[in-house]
């Protein structure tokens, strides 16, 4: 960990043991809670300034009143991976707040997504039974809405994160908005392309059942036809031999398709393939072969190697910790000044009247030690 991040965690343990003092007892008639205090979060270039003003704004609004003790609950489909950084945004901040609570991953009941929602509903029951006032929850699908109702007709607010249950009653959904997020990447793309006619193959979702996965795409392609491209999309081949099929069509593409491909466009976690394809071609095409743009999504491992090398023009990082750190914060402030209020201070990052979009940090291939810089110094593993 680097000086910065030191100072960080200092600071941040500092927070802890006030945060302790508070959540140690019910105050008596002579004592008074100690007010909410953030970590101050090290400031980059990549750190969520929007976010992190507005989190300040409702610590504030906060310390008007009287600060409360709250139990919740944080219930990811996973502790590792890609909510490794989740798991740290929402321990650092209930630690902050002084409640009581833990994140937890799955019960580990059923084979398919169904099950596990319907046993991830059951989570929810338990969590509201053993006290919890909040819950946040990363769903495994709509199966999961019962579990939310029910807690919503307890009067316990449920927040979702990562993924959705749009036909439940949660309160707010937290992440990466999928159309939001397209767009995005469509116009990071788009900076980087000769003037059209051109063709943009996009490395993504092309099933309606993937409701994410479709948004996410139709935003990009929406700015990229808007700019008069033809774009055609590459569906991701998940199961094996996934990558070398995926890296096989893209080439086959890029070397007929007409007008020519003059850019690659990765949407999800395997996006690398776009630069695999991307070099392929070259290397049968020989020497004076063009260069094409590519842009991925996502900071896997073999995303950054390409970033690295410069075959990866530029990536679009989820903000996880974000994510994961807003929850708790969200749940509070339903407790203390009320939804309608905790949203309005969030209005200029609401998508619409229940989603928060956290958005993205675009990470050029000339970045990478800077993002990884940050990354470190707010004690994330990426």
Known sequence: MNRIGRRWVAAFGLALMAAACESGGTAGPSEQALPIQRAPTPESEFTAKEIETTLDTLVAEFNEGAVE?????ILLKELGGFFTPITTGANRAMGELGVTGNVVGPSGQGSDQQQRAEAQG??????VADGAEGIGVSPFGEAIAAGIEEAVADGVPV?????DAKDSKRAIYVGTISEAAGVTAGETLLALLPPAPGTVVIHGADDPSWVDGMNRMQGARGV???????????????????????VEAMKALIETADPPV????????????????????????????????????????????????????????QRQYYAGYLVPYILYGIKTIGLDATKALFAPRMFD????????????????????AFLDSIGVVQ
């Not at 059951?122 to 969590?127: L, P």
């Not at 927040?159 to 993924?163: H, P």
């Not at 009247?353 to 990884?372: A, C, I, Q």
């Open 69 to 73: 003790p709250m139990q919740m609950a």
């Open 122 to 127: 059951e989570q929810i029951v338990q969590a």
């Open 159 to 163: 927040v979702t994160l990562d993924t």
């Open 224 to 246: 990229l036809e808007k700019a008069d491209y033809k774009v055609v999309v590459r569906a991701i081949t998940w199961s094996p031999p996934g990558e070398a099929a995926d």
């Open 262 to 317: 003059v850019g690659l466009l990765g949407l999800h976690n395997v996006s690398y393939r776009c630069a695999m394809a991307a070099e392929a071609a070259e290397a049968a095409e020989g020497a004076g072969a063009k260069r094409l743009p590519v842009v991925a999504f996502d900071f896997e491992p073999k995303t950054v190697e390409y970033l690295r090398r410069g075959r990866i023009d530029a990536t679009h990082a």
């Open 353 to 372: 009247e229940s989603r928060l979009n956290v958005g993205l940090d675009v990470v050029p291939s000339d970045k990478v030690e800077e993002y990884n």
